[in-house]
């Protein structure tokens, strides 16, 4: 665990609340109550579903669940016990000022939390209950995040940046030289990419970032510190073109409904979305001009090209579902995420942006050429 620099009196009162939760159990216990019981707060079920009377920038509110002992069952007396040493895990931290990991906060005790997501979601639960987001609990996750390019940090506490750095506002960042931001969905491609030969000329301009998959929260941390701190510098997304590369694209733009209470800040500025986000590919035209262009038919082109594949019934529903939300309704901001994923249904089709690697010069002169006509079109 590491010392770290909070804000003191904000900690306090984060600290304050947790000891009121104990408290109220250590009562029940004196009193000999029949049961005890800690309410927590959830949106582990909210989706972006549309609803009418929802604002569409307002995450639904969370709903309340009293977790009590001994309970009904033995696996509700297990969820209350587990709780209880969650709370008390962080209010050691929070009171020693020092930072654990949920990694570490598991292996405290395999045999009680069983698996890594329990923690997860109470961790997540204790939070949405406080309102405040994890790091203000002194808990983070392990960074799982890459980052390459031209930029310079200056930790404040002398550390060196490991997989995506930890960025505090008493770091200095130097972006001086750089010019865009690329998102990639995948490692696999990122590391295609830094060994480019394009790579080597937009290294010193660019920064290169990969969450392998949906992003973990320490990325997007990373990334709304840049937009924050240099608006003018461009942010663009490159997944696949299929269901879940979208989500995971809708996940930078506009953050989780799942982890609402990590978006906003204490004084209610946008914490973690990149509202600027431009969408570089794979999108629907640049595949169907493809299908269009190099095969005599449909069924060759699905059978041929390389990273070009049908829908599983997990993609279309996963799209159907999509076709819900309030981004990609009708009238709502998403226009294009929308039409992709109509012609994702109707062709049966999704590809990964190793599609573009039969191209001359491979996906990475393609990813420079997509980037030289956003910037033409500045």
Same mark, same amino acid.
């Given at each position: 665990?590491?010392?770290?620099?909070?804000?003191?009196?904000?900690?306090?009162?984060?600290?304050?609340?947790?000891?009121?939760?104990?408290?109220?159990?250590?009562?029940?216990? @004196?009193?000999?109550?029949?049961?005890?019981?800690?309410?927590?707060?959830?949106?582990?079920?909210?989706?972006?579903?549309?609803?009418?009377?929802?604002? &569409?920038? +307002?995450?639904?509110?969370?709903?309340?669940?009293?977790?009590?002992?001994?309970?009904?069952?033995?696996?509700?007396?297990?969820?209350?016990?587990?709780?209880?040493?969650?709370?008390?895990?962080?209010?050691?931290?929070?009171?020693?000022?020092?930072?654990?990991?949920?990694?570490?906060?598991?292996?405290?005790?395999?045999?009680?939390?069983?698996?890594?997501?329990?923690?997860?979601? *109470?961790?997540?639960?204790?939070?949405?209950?406080?309102?405040?987001?994890?790091?203000?609990?002194?808990?983070?996750?392990?960074?799982?995040?890459?980052?390459?390019?031209?930029?310079?940090?200056?930790?404040?506490?002398?550390?060196?940046?490991?997989?995506?750095?930890?960025?505090?506002?008493?770091?200095?960042?130097?972006?001086?030289?750089?010019?865009?931001?690329?998102?990639?969905?995948? %490692?696999?491609?990122?590391?295609?990419?830094?060994?480019?030969?394009?790579?080597?000329?937009?290294?010193?301009?660019?920064?290169?970032?990969?969450?392998?998959?949906?992003?973990?929260?320490?990325?997007?941390?990373?990334? +709304? *510190?840049?937009?924050?701190?240099?608006?003018?510098?461009?942010?663009?997304? &490159?997944?696949?073109?299929?269901?879940?590369?979208?989500?995971?694209?809708?996940?930078?733009?506009?953050?989780?409904?799942?982890?609402?209470?990590?978006?906003?800040?204490?004084?209610?500025?946008?914490? $973690?979305?990149?509202?600027? &986000?431009?969408? $570089?590919?794979?999108?629907?035209?640049?595949?169907? +001009?493809?299908?269009?262009?190099?095969?005599?038919?449909?069924?060759?082109?699905?059978?041929?090209?390389?990273?070009?594949?049908?829908?599983?019934?997990?993609?279309?529903?996963?799209?159907?579902?999509?076709?819900?939300?309030?981004?990609?309704?009708?009238?709502?901001?998403?226009?294009?995420?929308?039409?992709?994923?109509?012609?994702? @249904?109707? @062709?049966?089709?999704?590809?990964?942006?190793?599609?573009?690697?039969?191209?001359?010069?491979? @996906?990475?002169?393609?990813?420079? %050429? %997509?980037?030289?006509?956003?910037?033409?079109?500045?």
């Amino acid at each position: 665990m590491l010392a770290v620099r909070t804000n003191v009196p904000f900690r306090d009162w984060v600290i304050a609340r947790i000891e009121e939760m104990l408290e109220r159990i250590v009562d029940g216990l @004196l009193e000999e109550s029949d049961q005890l019981t800690v309410t927590l707060k959830s949106r582990s079920n909210a989706t972006r579903r549309t609803n009418p009377s929802q604002d &569409l920038e +307002r995450p639904p509110s969370p709903k309340s669940k009293d977790i009590t002992f001994p309970g009904g069952t033995v696996q509700e007396a297990w969820r209350f016990t587990v709780v209880v040493r969650v709370l008390e895990l962080v209010h050691g931290c929070l009171v020693d000022n020092t930072v654990m990991t949920k990694r570490d906060m598991y292996y405290r005790h395999p045999d009680l939390f069983v698996k890594q997501s329990v923690v997860d979601r *109470y961790v997540d639960d204790l939070a949405c209950t406080l309102g405040v987001s994890r790091a203000s609990l002194n808990v983070t996750a392990a960074a799982k995040g890459l980052v390459a390019g031209n930029f310079r940090i200056q930790k404040s506490d002398g550390a060196l940046g490991i997989l995506v750095p930890s960025i505090s506002d008493d770091d200095i960042l130097d972006l001086s030289c750089v010019c865009r931001v690329v998102i990639i969905e995948k %490692e696999a491609t990122f590391r295609t990419i830094l060994q480019s030969p394009h790579w080597k000329i937009r290294s010193s301009r660019c920064i290169l970032v990969t969450a392998k998959g949906y992003p973990d929260i320490a990325t997007r941390h990373f990334l +709304r *510190y840049i937009t924050d701190r240099s608006p003018q510098i461009p942010f663009f997304a &490159l997944v696949d073109f299929d269901p879940d590369g979208i989500a995971i694209m809708s996940t930078y733009k506009y953050g989780s409904f799942r982890l609402a209470h990590e978006n906003v800040t204490a004084g209610g500025a946008p914490a $973690l979305n990149l509202p600027e &986000l431009n969408w $570089l590919g794979v999108q629907s035209r640049q595949i169907v +001009r493809s299908l269009v262009t190099k095969h005599d038919s449909y069924d060759s082109a699905i059978t041929d090209a390389q990273g070009l594949m049908r829908l599983t019934p997990r993609d279309r529903k996963k799209a159907r579902c999509m076709l819900e939300w309030d981004l990609c309704a009708e009238d709502g901001p998403e226009p294009a995420w929308r039409q992709s994923l109509q012609t994702m @249904l109707m @062709l049966n089709v999704k590809a990964e942006m190793q599609f573009f690697e039969q191209l001359p010069g491979g @996906l990475s002169a393609w990813v420079e %050429e %997509e980037l030289s006509v956003k910037e033409r079109e500045k």
